[in-house]
Structures are given as C-alpha cells and as structure tokens.
C-alpha cells in the first residue's frame, strides 16, 4: 500500500502543503505503518470518540494515595468510608435500564465523585468510564439522592449541648469566645433557569442559587440551606431559614454565631459594628477579632468549591430540585471528607479562593436587630479590648 505521506500529514493535522514542499514527498511502502496512519485518518474524520475501554478495570486500581486524591479530590480512605457507608442501601441493590447490566456500586460512586471534581462533560467523562453519558448522569444522581436522603442528616449536624464548650474552644484561638459557628452565604453558579430565570440573576451578574451555611472552626458544616436563587439577599435567606427560629435555644446558654453585615445582630448572632468612620477603639478592635474569626466561612466555602470544582464552573443542570440536591451532596461529602482524617487541604482551599466572588456579597442590613444583641456585642467588646489591653502591658 502506498500512500502519500502529505496526504496524511493535511488529513491527521490540517496542515497545507505547499507545491513546493509537495516535490520533496516520500512514500510509506510498509504496510503495517500506514495502516495504523489510516486509521488515524479514519478516526479524525470519525464523529465517533473512543471510549477507555480498561481505566476503571485497571488503570484505576494503579493509582497511588496521592494520584487517586488529586482525580477523585478525596482520600481513598474517605472513598472506602463513603463505599461502606452506601454500597448496602436498596437503590443500590435493584437493577435498571430495563435488562441491561447494572453498573456495580463502585464504579457508579468512581463516576459521581469524577464528576464533581471536574467541570469535564458528561460525554468526556463516560468516555473515560467506558459508558454513555447517559449513564454518567444516571450516576451522579443516584449518589447524590442516597448521600441526601440517607447521610446528610448524620454527617451536618449542630452541636450539641455537649459539644458546644469543645467548638468554641476550637473558635477561641483565633480571638473570641463562645463562638460555635460562623454563618454566610455563597453563589453557585448555574445556566439561566428556563422559568423564573430572571430570579436567579444576582447582583455580581451571573446566574446562581444561594448556599447559605454554618461552620465550626475544623471547617466542617454544622447547617446548610441551598433553597433560594441569586437574587435573594443573605438577610432574608437567613430569616426563612429552618434554624432561624430556634437559633435562640440552640446557642443556649451563652453561645453565640457569627456573621457579617448582612445579618441582624442579635442575642445569638454577633455582628460587626457598622464604620460610620466614628467608632472607637474598642469597637474597631471588636471588628478586627471578629472578622479573624469569620474568615473559617470563608475557608470552608473554598474548600468546597476547590474540592468539588463542578460547583464553581457552572452546575449545567435543567432541574433546580436537582441542582439543590447536587450542592448538599457536595456538603455531606466536604464533612466526610474531614472526618476521616483528611487535612492536607491547603491546595483546595487555594483553588476555591479564585473564585472568591462567589461568595455571599456582603451589603449592611437594617432589619431584625435586637437591642439585646446591642447590648451583648457592647459587652463583649469590652471584654475583647481590656483583654487585649491587659496582655499588652
């Protein structure tokens, strides 16, 4: 077989050949070698990509700690917890897609957890696989609604009376005492919902849902709400939330979260003092503690994204209860992770702060406030600064 090497050349690459250059063509006489050319030919023209016919099978099982992490963004210590915790439950024991071959419990997690790491397509990622992109989206929400449905309430948990000395603890390094949970709001983003899309548009531009969580000082979720689109201000998504009414007792006695302002400032919820460009030291001091303290929010929200990187792209989804689900997943999976032992987090927590837009867009609030709340940040600022004054001298 001959064939003329700047034809192959122009179909492998789309190269042009010059006239010129054609006068010094050469010829492939050896069989083997230009069918394998061929075939390249062939595959370039083809609208048919390939699929890794041997990664989960064997490339995978290659993989060591630190190569399985980085593809998958958990330990495999994390994987094999999540695997154990799951592979028992009946929506993963019944067979689908009619008499098809069910995919086993393993693979459909390998995908899942692919999936949320990379913002790669669901064909790209099914090619990867050795499965339609179909079945990577059959995937990625079976996991999803067994996470949510089945561990979401046993991993996000508000401490309780027992554990709340021990996180404000954890809180207290960085400055303030009593402190049991940090409180903001963070902006997925997401494509223009076909109703309603104007509600999801926030004020940075783009279109996304609010997820508004707490977090205590090791990063992990103590509470998430993600029900809300992009144009909602943090306040109101914070009032409409499940904890607001019972933030009083479940602070009790004398604890209390923090957040921005954007939130009210309450007996329970401690608030920076607004920069009228009068305050006194005092309340600058108070404002500086507190703001060391709240960036663990901001921590966390980047440990998330940087982790899960497909929710700081674009949740390319249609179903909104669908992308919900998909963020809360996402949650359950950051505490696990912490959990069993995974603190080599620096490089997420990185990543996720590039995209530090996306997190909640502070703007001052005026509803809600409590004298009581006044008073209590009155008091602790006083405490906070004769502390500091004292240490000092």
């Not at 439950?89 to 957890?113: H, S």
């Not at 969580?213 to 201000?233: E, Q, T, Y």
Request: glycine content about 6%.
């Amino acid at each position: 077989m001959n064939m003329n090497i700047n034809q192959i050349v122009g179909a492998v690459t789309g190269v042009i050949i010059t006239q010129e250059e054609q006068n010094t063509t050469f010829l492939l006489n050896n069989d083997e070698d230009a069918d394998i050319i061929e075939r390249i030919v062939d595959l370039m023209n083809s609208d048919v990509v390939p699929k890794c016919q041997n990664f989960y099978e064997e490339v995978i099982p290659s993989f060591n700690l630190s190569t399985f992490k980085s593809h998958f963004r958990i330990t495999p210590t994390a994987f094999e917890f999540l695997y154990n915790s799951v592979a028992h439950l009946p929506e993963f024991m019944k067979r689908e897609y009619g008499g098809k071959d069910q995919i086993n419990t393993e693979k459909v997690l390998l995908i899942a957890l692919w999936t949320l790491a990379t913002p790669s397509s669901y064909r790209s990622i099914g090619n990867q696989f050795n499965v339609c992109k179909y079945s990577v989206f059959i995937c990625l929400h079976k996991v999803v609604k067994v996470i949510v449905n089945h561990l979401c309430r046993r991993f996000i948990t508000w401490p309780s009376p027992n554990e709340r000395n021990l996180v404000a603890n954890g809180f207290s390094r960085y400055g303030m005492e009593k402190v049991i949970g940090v409180v903001d709001g963070c902006h997925i983003p997401i494509k223009k919902p076909v109703t309603h899309g104007i509600d999801y548009f926030n004020r940075k531009h783009f279109y996304s849902v609010v997820l508004q969580a707490i977090c205590k000082s090791n990063l992990l979720f103590s509470d998430v709400d993600v029900r809300w689109p992009g144009s909602v201000h943090d306040a109101r998504v914070f009032r409409t939330s499940e904890i607001y009414p019972f933030g009083s007792a479940l602070c009790e006695p004398d604890y209390y979260i923090l957040g921005d302002a954007a939130y009210p400032c309450k007996n329970w919820v401690m608030t920076p003092y607004t920069n009228n460009g009068h305050l006194t030291q005092t309340q600058i001091y108070f404002n500086t503690q507190l703001a060391k303290t709240r960036v663990k929010i901001e921590h966390s929200f980047a440990l998330l994204l940087g982790r899960f990187r497909r929710l700081k792209e674009l949740l390319d989804m249609n179903e909104i209860e669908n992308i919900t689900r998909t963020i809360v997943a996402a949650c359950v999976l950051h505490n696990i992770c912490i959990l069993q032992g995974d603190n080599d987090i620096e490089q997420f927590i990185n990543e996720g702060l590039q995209n530090f837009a996306l997190m909640g867009f502070e703007n001052v609030n005026h509803d809600g406030n409590e004298e009581r709340g006044f008073q209590r940040r009155n008091i602790l600022a006083e405490h906070l600064w004769n502390r500091h004054v004292r240490q000092n001298n």
